[in-house]
């Protein structure tokens, strides 16, 4: 995994400053206040106090809102940074209309909370993040979304599994529809591994053709990804959906 420090918060040059972001997570303080965990361009991950108004639970009215993306004004002061102003860009509140749709980005914005380091630039991820909700506002299948986040989240870390070799001998994984490809911490076991080791028999695995459309949900461009998805049995949607479960184990274990 790489990045870019662009300095701790709290290390910050006192005065003004500016950057493009979204909220990930918010915690109600004491009079009013707001406490906003914020994931911005150049900045990555930093906490943000929001100061209430007399009256009013906010100033900044859904500017606060979690997958509320904007242009986000703070200061930094001798002791904490404080919100000034949020020009909101995008809301996605058009996602609250689809509860599987909704409990999918607001699994994205936890997993990033836990997992961002703080001060540190993750440019790639933010906009990883900003087209994977743009994909969810479309008429797809929620879990082929989060399979093709997850997998390319894992891709920009190095942690993902690779889709095409062995994680023990190196080799390609198998091509024919009888091949057992399973599951391990380090990555996918062939067909060939897998039977010269002693596996449980209910251990985790999938035949050639789940690994194919796992393929094609993770590593097509865009446009070919949304055709895809119009094509994808329903049976084995919910397939995909566990194997995106799995590829975030990997992103827990780095």
């Known amino acids: 995994m790489t ?34 965990l914020l994931f911005l361009k150049r ?40 919100l000034k102003s949020v020009d ?8 609250r ?44 299948d929620p879990r082929l979304v989060d399979l093709r986040f997850a997998w ?22 198998d091509c024919t529809e009888e091949a057992r490809i399973v599951w391990m911490e380090d990555g996918l076991l062939c067909t060939r591994c897998s039977a010269s080791r002693p596996l449980a028999a209910d251990a985790p695995s999938m035949s050639f053709a789940v690994l194919q459309e796992i393929r094609r949900a993770a590593m097509l461009p865009r446009d070919q990804f949304l055709a895809w998805t119009k094509t994808v049995p329903s049976d084995a949607i919910g397939l995909l959906g566990d194997s995106a479960r799995r590829f975030y184990s990997f992103l827990r274990s780095e």
């Open 3 to 36: 990045h870019r420090s662009f300095g701790h918060p709290d290390q910050l040059s006192q005065g003004d400053h500016r950057a493009h972001g979204v909220v990930l997570r918010r915690r109600e303080g004491s009079r009013s206040s707001q406490e906003l």
């Open 43 to 82: 900045m990555g991950a930093i906490w943000v106090s929001a100061p209430g108004a007399d009256g009013a639970k906010t100033r900044f009215g859904g500017g606060t809102e979690p997958l509320v993306w904007g242009v986000f004004d703070f200061y930094q002061s001798p002791r904490r940074l404080y």
């Open 88 to 95: 909101v860009r995008e809301d996605f509140l058009f996602l």
């Open 97 to 140: 209309a689809s509860p599987r749709k909704l409990s999918v980005a607001v699994n994205w914005c936890l997993h990033l909370a836990k997992s961002i380091p703080a001060g540190h630039e993750c440019d790639d991820l933010l906009s990883l993040l900003w087209g994977s909700l743009k994909n969810l506002a479309l008429d797809i």
């Open 152 to 173: 390319r989240w894992g891709s920009l870390w190095g942690v993902a599994p690779s889709l095409e070799s062995c994680c023990a001998c190196g080799g390609n994984l």
